[in-house]
């Protein structure tokens, strides 16, 4: 069982917030490369170990202080508030969506999306930032998505400022895209969300038809296998149904 810390406000690290804890942890790995791995499941003990590492590396209270006040001014530029991803909390289907376009965009489409037209993001060199991040392939749940949209959006880097200007761009560029996608005609209307055993025979059935990108959805069942099924032409019962673009390729 792990050990449990209580809060402790004397400490240079004062945020509750985990979602700040996770962005001074990888901030404080890329400056102090030696750091050991800071757990950040739990609030408290990833505080804990943030609070331990900075008066391990950082010589005194005056370091300390300056490096807690460049760690908040990166956090201020950075972090989006919580209220910006509001619009997926109930909405799978938008979820999904964002989710799968993050997923595949490149860094050229991403420049675009954010206004940052004339320089690249990184090296020059067209870059799935997804994978770059190294995030979950295969999210489980709803839940699952949000937390990796989230995490893509905190720990997306741009080389100058504004970069919460940038970062407010992208989401809402991709928030009235969605918006495009939402107001075509729903997809696949015969198919029942909540009909396992329909959803099943047509996911069978798709995979029997050569389709592109069909290993990319492989992971999703349940519910979720509707909201994949839907972008992707496949055979009913009476024959071909046409095809439909990915969500997440829109």
Request: aromatic residues 10%; hydrophobic residues 35%; positive net charge.
């Amino acid at each position: 069982m792990a050990k449990e810390y209580s809060y402790d406000p004397t400490g240079p690290v004062k945020t509750r917030d985990l979602r700040v804890c996770k962005f001074y942890a990888k901030l404080l790995k890329n400056k102090f490369n030696d750091l050991p791995d800071i757990s950040c499941q739990d609030i408290e003990i990833c505080r804990h170990e943030l609070n331990n590492a900075i008066h391990q590396c950082v010589p005194n209270e005056i370091a300390i202080r300056s490096l807690m006040s460049a760690l908040e001014s990166m956090r201020e530029e950075n972090i989006l508030p919580d209220e910006s991803f509001n619009w997926l909390k109930k909405n799978e289907r938008a979820t999904f969506w964002l989710w799968a376009t993050l997923h595949n965009m490149d860094d050229i489409e991403l420049k675009y999306m954010c206004g940052y037209i004339n320089e690249s993001l990184h090296d020059g060199i067209p870059t799935i930032w997804y994978q770059r991040l190294n995030l979950s392939l295969s999210p489980t749940n709803h839940q699952d998505r949000i937390n990796l949209i989230i995490a893509f959006m905190d720990e997306l880097i741009f080389p100058a400022p504004p970069v919460m200007h940038r970062k407010k761009t992208l989401m809402e560029n991709l928030k009235q895209k969605w918006k495009t996608v939402f107001a075509r005609p729903l997809p696949l209307k015969w198919l029942p969300v909540n009909d396992e055993d329909a959803v099943l025979w047509a996911w069978e059935s798709l995979k029997k038809t050569p389709v592109r990108n069909i290993r990319f959805f492989r992971e999703y069942r349940s519910s979720t296998d509707s909201m994949v099924l839907s972008c992707q032409p496949f055979r009913t019962r009476s024959g071909f149904t046409g095809s439909s673009r990915c969500l997440g390729c829109t």
